[in-house]
């Protein structure tokens, strides 16, 4: 899990020119007077961490001030030239895994309070991204690959418009300008830990944004990493906030910034004093220890045969550390699921980026080809933080690899290493069901034999898991991104990290709420358990969300910050006699009205609010067949009282964990099992 903090320092100085400049300059935060939210906060030592570590939380650190970004001259005038610059440490506790990234941003307003503390920075959420009404303008220093945004790689800079999907972008490096040749290009690691500094400046009359990194203490290159011509006076509005956002998902991670100066209508934003910003934090403990070590003991006097020696012993150790993994003598009964991460390393090429498949709130997904088999698998990385109820996941996992289900993503087995668990699943050629349904630039739309098809598959997979195997077992993650296509577009339901095992007839334990918003069931907000009702009413949500190409939760229409249950959204519509206006629009006509009825009435049957309502898996499978009569939805309002609490954020649809009341007691059980996110 990665760690991003941005550390701002501050000594504030606002000056007024002659000319009209606006400048101010933070060597350091404490006693400024800045703005901050949600967990944002400034340290003791002037420090502003926007970021405090603990899941799902957004932070924003802005100039409490609004700047007038236009001259006086009149309507129609163009964005006057700015310029800025700050200094920020980003530190990961996981050398290759990161949180979401961090942006500097102008936008209309200082509250975000809509905005999702997920993979949208705290700048957006689902429904407002990329619109041009936002008038946001953005430059992020991103640390995740996401697929959605089109991101170039995992450690990159962008300029951003209205949204997360840059209209420039480049890996992080500098151009080394020492020598007099113009500039050598130098990559660096945004999670490195170590301290850096951004310039951005913007010429108002050529309209060109030019964006230049660099170590701290260095001078600023001549040539910038970023340069490009847009016209932002279609973009920032003329009373506009100055700040910086970050978010996290599930990831264990701070943003902090060092320091900041800003100036509009001026010539550059003035230099920052390097000896009066706060120190970056440390991440970790003593990571270059040992190399520190051999530097002072290798000079006093090794002899030749020693020295080559110690380079044999470290050239192994090396070895052993980069395929080490955690193994323990429990572990040997589940020998045949057990995988060696030297294999997986080397079926993904590295985990390199251009093996990826995907990547969620907890973790990536890999494309790999194992060297022995020449299997094709998908790796899906995640990390866990506890060794308690390793045991007794690991046993759950192993068993459910055992299923045997043409509807269900083989599990094949695992692998455990340092603070990180790796599952491998058999590989789907065709990818989540999420991107045919929701992927706007896909054409044509997944057409409704196929999603009534997946519908079928998906059903008799969960019938499968509910009452033919030894145990019954409980998904918890029921939702369209799990549910992944074959090459002859069959669906299977995969993703087992959140599932839970209990005897038939037996009662399932209390547990921590898991799963994803919008699918959880509102039993689950009182009781804790999982039980096979709670994946009935999450296929019911999944059932609406194929037939409506709808998520199962979205913003309201009407702009005022609300949110619309998709269940909701299908009742008023079906109480209303028109539910064939439910139906995907991007079908154009083109389905079978019965079948698209039957799976309509039947998600909402699914979605009861009261699990003593709701049909199991077989009689759904009966009605699918039309081998038993659906009944009419009851015209009864339905209570989502307590699934709404759940919701707090409008969270997307990334899975997530909820402590609950018996959080306290699950603790002995471990968290490693509240793994998610789709594959």
Known sequence: MPVFVFLLCVSLNLVHSSG??????????????????????????????????TYLVKGHGVYPAPLHFRSPSGAGAGVLSFSTTFVFAILSEYAELSAYGIAFFIAPTKSFTDTLPSQFMGLFNTSDVGNATNHVFAVELDTL????????????????????????AASAAYYDDEDGSGGVLRNLSLISGK?????????????????????????????????????????????SYVGFASSLGSMSSR?????????????????????????????????????????????????????????????????????????????????????SYKDLFHATGGFDDRHLLGAGGFGKVYKGVLRASKLQVAVKRVSHDSRQGIKEFVAEITSIGRLQHRYLVRLLGYCRRRGELLLVYEYMPNGSLDKFLYDRGREPALDWCKRFRVIKDVAMGLFYLHNNCEQVIVHRDVKASNVLLDDAMAGHLGDFGLARLHDHGGNPRTTRVVGTIGYLAPELARTSKATPLTDVFAFGVFLLEVTCGRRPIEEDARGDGGRVLLVDWVLGRCSEGRISDCVDARLQGEYDAGEASLALKLGLLCTQASPGARPSMPQVLRYLDSSLGLPDPSPTELDFGAMASLQSNGFDSYAMWYPTSSAASDASHGTVSDLSGGR
Not at 262 to 268: A, E, K, P, Q, V
Not at 298 to 327: D, H, N, Q
């Open 195 to 239: 301290a850096m500094q951004v310039w951005v400046d913007y010429d108002g009359p050529s309209t060109e944004i030019n964006v230049t990194l660099a170590p701290l203490r260095m001078p600023k290159p001549k040539k910038p990493l970023l340069s490009h011509v847009v016209d932002l006076s279609t973009v920032i509005t003329d009373k």
């Open 145 to 168: 690959l996401n697929v959605e945004f089109g991101d170039m790689d995992s450690n990159h800079v962008g300029i951003d418009i209205d949204g997360l999907r840059s209209v420039k």
């Open 255 to 339: 943003h902090c910034i060092l320091g900041w100066s800003f100036c509009l209508n001026g010539s550059s934003a003035p230099p920052l004093d390097y000896s009066k910003l706060p120190m970056p934090p440390v991440a970790g403990g003593g990571g270059g220890r040992s190399n520190t070590v051999l530097e002072v003991v290798l000079p006093i006097g090794v002899v030749a045969f020693v020295l080559a020696a110690i380079t044999s012993v470290f050239v192994f150790g090396w070895r052993r550390v980069k395929y080490a993994e955690l193994r323990e003598e429990w572990e040997d009964e589940f020998g045949p699921r057990r995988f």
């Open 20 to 53: 009209g400049a606006i400048d101010f300059i933070f060597n350091g935060f404490a006693g400024a007077n800045i703005t901050v939210d949600d967990s944002a906060m400034v340290t003791p030592d002037g420090v502003l961490v926007l970021t405090n570590g």
